[in-house]
């Protein structure tokens, strides 16, 4: 058989970009993002919520100045966030923490709220909660969480063990 001119395909090989590809240990944050936090005790620096220890005793960081607290990750690039992993142990002071999660898309500019949670913990009974929040986010360039240690006003300082993002 005689074939016919062929049109040759036109094709090209995509490039998977790893910054959007979900990874299912997890974002590396050390690796691609700047972060920024309002305080750190400097026995609990920010570095151990990041350091992929995760649940009850596991390092964790604490605010250094009690009251409301920010925590700011600022992106390299652009980022495809499909879930938000938080844990967070209280060990000595009875209290009601709220955390709201922002997301940017802008540079910073501007912010959405994406969810706002709040922990119950009366130790020694219920000292520790981990929260799973399936999200679908595109294009993040930053992702901010601010912190209310107490709603009820106790002096008491913020903490946080893990923050994982996939």
Known sequence: MIRERETMLRKHILKV???STPRPEGIDIPAIATVGVSSEAADH????AFD??????SSRWVAGEQG???LVLAFDTPQVVRQISLDVEELDVARQQEVDVS???DGGQ???ELLRQEYNFSPPGTTFEREDWAVQEDGITHLRLRIKPDKGG???????TSLTLR
């Open 17 to 19: 970009d790893p910054a």
């Open 45 to 48: 620096p920010i570095d151990n």
């Open 52 to 57: 992929s220890q995760r649940g009850p005793g």
């Open 68 to 70: 409301d607290q920010t």
């Open 103 to 105: 997301v940017s898309c």
């Open 110 to 112: 501007t912010y959405r």
């Open 154 to 160: 106790k002096p008491c300082r913020a903490s946080i």
